[in-house]
T-cell receptor
Framework: DTAVSQTPKYLVTQMGNDKSIKCEQNLGHDTMYWYKQDSKKFLKIMFSYNNKELIINETVPNRFSPKSPDKAHLNLHINSLELGDSAVYFC??????????FGPGTRLTVL | DAKTTQPTSMDCAEGRAANLPCNHSTISGNEYVYWYRQIHSQGPQYIIHGLKNNETNEMASLIITEDRKSSTLILPHATLRDTAVYYCIVRARIQGAQKLVFGQGTRLTINP
């Protein structure tokens, strides 16, 4: 069983579109995260939710909106996609501030 | 967040021990050292972490100096599958979560 899963694995879309990436974890963790890895391979945290409450919100454009329907899910919605949004997005989860476990990533390409 | 410094790249022969150094001279007393690796754009994989004492698990060993200003990750018998980018991270704890700040890491290449 996959511990942290993301869908879709690949996402190709046009500029200006709105898209969502879904993340689910079956580890029973209470904290989930979104990271972005750009073309230079730097991995940066974007958001973190603990028990559906936003607790980390880095400097991210307002076009990015995380949504946590329950503790096991953290979705990332992106409005008005731009070329610079092309990246690999990773979801992760942890039990509070313990070790984080990452998903396989979603490669987003904006044309 | 404490900053870490790692060599950009390293090579190791298959079957040998791979020793990856990391400097974290500004680490605070309650901050843990974490190691992750990323194999060819897959999701980062947790390896090991420690606070003061040396740690060992099925994947690796972590040696932390007494002053905690540096550490070394040891892969005892490197295989080709260990080729990856290895990240040394000092964890910043935020209530209810942990903030991992990834640097550039060390690109480890295991040669046959």
């Amino acid at each position: 069983d996959t511990a942290v899963s993301q869908t879709p694995k690949y996402l190709v879309t046009q500029m200006g579109n709105d898209k969502s990436i879904k993340c689910e974890q079956n580890l029973g963790h209470d904290t989930m995260y979104w990271y972005k890895q750009d073309s230079k391979k730097f991995l940066k945290i974007m958001f973190s939710y603990n028990n559906k409450e936003l607790i980390i919100n880095e400097t991210v454009p307002n076009r990015f909106s995380p949504k946590s329907p329950d503790k096991a899910h953290l979705n990332l919605h992106i409005n008005s996609l731009e070329l610079g949004d092309s990246a690999v997005y990773f979801c992760a989860s942890s039990q509070r501030s313990d070790t984080q476990y990452f998903g396989p990533g979603t490669r987003l390409t904006v044309l | 967040d404490a900053k870490t410094t790692q060599p950009t790249s390293m090579d190791c022969a298959e079957g040998r021990a791979a020793n990856l150094p990391c400097n974290h001279s500004t680490i605070s007393g309650n901050e843990y050292v974490y190691w992750y690796r990323q194999i060819h754009s897959q999701g980062p994989q947790y390896i090991i972490h420690g606070l003061k004492n040396n740690e060992t698990n099925e994947m690796a060993s972590l040696i932390i100096t007494e002053d905690r200003k540096s550490s070394t990750l040891i892969l005892p018998h490197a295989t080709l599958r260990d080729t990856a980018v290895y990240y040394c991270i000092v964890r910043a704890r935020i209530q209810g979560a942990q903030k991992l700040v990834f640097g550039q890491g060390t690109r480890l290449t295991i040669n046959p």
